[in-house]
């Protein structure tokens, strides 16, 4: 993994020298994303500046440093991630007559890209962000892998356009528009993150997972950059004439995982895997160790003093598929690593089993560069209890109609997942922290709702397609991403391997759920040809804090010193009346919520953060 940077004068008048200067800022602000190496690239002309620091995976010489071009030099790339089909791309070109100069994945970007022609995207197997400027037609062209597992930020102001994988690193061009978005904010207090094009900042934007952006700089052009989608995830039910048995739809996915996780295991450093104990994470190690017949490292983390540590049925999987083991127990301490956590966050991600991931990389990163995880199988394959929780109520008649009498109207899908199953508060909540509801977010709101009441697709389908679009790259992938890379870990996810999700976009809603709770059923069932099916089977855990990690009194205790404090910044862009009744509301009994406090504690933890905000090196 690496850290990327880039900007364009389009009139701005930087001057080549002042240009780099800006350029290694920003570039300098991510060293956790690449210790190993720092590239900087600026055009003759003072046009394009490019910056890349180095995680070195494939290729440790220097030969591989970025940013790198083709033979010629008239197409160059800085680029963030993993190309795992890059063998197989630069057979094809050398074959039709170019050459290469490291054995690195990214030097096949330049070449394939000559032409400019995102449709070579689809030639793509691997997860990236990158930028690439290509010098004769004076056009950049920036791209972001299908589920968004790397991340990409934009950002255009008077007489320039930019480009980082971190917001911070944006925020060092002089000029740069950093007055928090009322818009991001509404959508943070909703869904505890920011879902693309949104960010926190007025002044920037995320490339949204599987789109790709084209500037055209050229003295005749407009400048202004054009986004469109390559690639999408949208989940429906199989249209073979021929039904295929679970038994067989299990056997077609064993060879395509077994495929994804085999490319994952090609590095020139220390790799291990991330193990839970949970389907996921067990499945990935299991075909390693079981298909693959290869040795591997496991990590795992575990708290103190509670039942909700995973790491006793961690080492049980390790135990049983032979893995060379190592775990950590820790103290759970919510309260001691919170600012830490808020401190790490280029952007506010209310999630908090960040705190968790971030322990577990950072113990990882002691042994190895690579890790891969079971990221992405409960949105691929339907594994969430929110999707059972409201699969039953729709399927009950009973439980919607009570639902519906206290409702006052009757209820649909989109308000069974609408709800804190899935929005941290609801649309009247945050309406009143902020006054108003914008028509933006008022339209987000009423296309959510449109897409989860659709009743051409099953519900399951809906609800699957929602979070690949939002929740997974929104709050998984960026977790994931932010946290390893604080420690320079990379992460690779099988389960998202692109031939994984064309196989998911298929399974039947059958094959993903049974009632009562077979969950993620398809997966389990495969997971089972390795593990005791009681294990599979064992309750859900998922990878969170537990609750002996903080007291309610603890929580509200800091709320009230940050929050309410005079000093408090959340408080000053939201009405602080209503600020107040929540907390008050919070002491009662029954009533704290830790998925409300938490990630206001974390906004108002990163409003605190020390900005670097239009910081000029000159």
Known sequence: MCGIAGIIDQGAGFGRDRLRAITQTMRDTMVHRGPDDAG??????????????RLSIIDLSPDARQPMGNEDGSVLVT??????????????????????????DGEVLPHLFESLDAAMLHELDGMFAFGLWHRPRQRLLLARDPFGKKPLYYAQGQGWFAFASELQALTCIPGFNATVDQDSLALYLLLQYIP??????????????????????????????????????????????????????????RVILLGAVRKRLVSDVPLGAFLSGGVDSSLVVAMITQELRRPVKTYSIGFEGTAESEHLFARQVADHLGTEHHEQLLK?????????????????????????????CQYTRQFVTVALSGDGGDEMFGGYGRYRDTLLEDSSWFARA??????????????????????????????????????????????WRKRLNDSRLPLLHRMRNLDVATYLPGAVLTKVDRMSMQVSLEVRCPLLDGRVADFARTVSAADCWQQPDDTKRILKRLAEKYLPASWIRRKKMGFGLPSNAWSHEEILELAREFLLSSSGRLSGLIDR?????????????????IYQMWPLLVLELWLRKPRIAGSDPH
């Not at 070109?93 to 100069?101: C, I, M, Q, T, V």
């Not at 401190?343 to 991931?357: A, F, K, R, V």
């Not at 009247?428 to 006054?435: C, H, I, K, P, T």
């Open 40 to 53: 900087l690239w600026v055009d003759e002309d003072g046009r394009c500046a490019l910056a890349h620091r």
């Open 79 to 104: 680029f963030n991630g993993e190309i795992y089909n890059f063998q197989e791309l630069r057979h094809v070109l050398e074959a039709s007559g170019h050459r290469f100069r490291s054995k690195s």
């Open 196 to 253: 693309a094009p949104w960010t926190i900042y007025r002044g920037a934007q995320k490339l949204p997972p599987g789109s790709f952006l084209e500037l055209d700089c050229a003295v005749s052009s407009s400048g202004e950059p054009s986004v469109r989608r390559y690639a999408t995830f949208e989940a429906r039910e199989p249209e073979s004439t021929t039904p295929r048995t679970l038994d067989e739809n299990v056997e077609e996915l």
């Open 332 to 360: 759970a301490d919510a309260l001691e690593l919170v600012a830490q956590i808020a401190t790490m966050l280029d952007e506010p991600n209310g999630d908090s089993s960040c705190l968790p991931t971030f322990l577990l």
């Open 402 to 447: 009570s639902r519906s009498l206290r409702a006052g109207r009757w209820m649909t899908p989109a308000d069974s997942y609408l709800s804190p199953r899935w929005l941290m508060f609801q649309p009247e909540e945050v309406q009143a922290f902020l006054g108003d509801m914008s028509p933006v977010i008022s339209n987000q709101l009423a296309n």
């Open 577 to 593: 009346t209503a600020l107040e009744r929540l907390i008050l509301r919070q002491t009662q009994p029954g009533s704290f919520s």
